[in-house]
């Protein structure tokens, strides 16, 4: 049952059989609140544990490509509409990775992409990937 005043969040836990009939101490300083048996701060840790992993299990269950998307710049050139380095114009296969220019958005190669730079048009004031061709303009990205 949820305990939410014992600090256990608002999900169910395990609870003795006596809380269970009374619904749950009535306050915090009810008799059964204050008799915690042997061990309980291991169980907590393991269910607090158990629940996480089961929130990242259900966040991994979510296909890669919407997570990508979801959390990719708008001016990003959308991954399917790239099949080849705006570069050098070579085909991406399984074995050669798309990158994206942080400065204009296309998808380029890793050789094409080697150089760093702030881009803070776009918001990157730090150094971050871009591609060959953004790397050589002279004026400010």
Known sequence: MPVPERGWGSGPVRVCKKCYQQGGPADTNSQVCKVEPRGLIARR??????STLDMVTTAVDYPICFMKDVARPDYWVPDADITQCHQCSKPFTPTISKHHCRACGQGVCGPCSTHIKPVPSR???HP???CEGCHARKDSL
């Not at 840790?45 to 158990?50: G, I, L």
């Open 123 to 125: 918001g990157w004031d």
């Open 45 to 50: 840790v393991t269910e607090v544990a158990q």
């Open 128 to 130: 971050v990937r871009v």
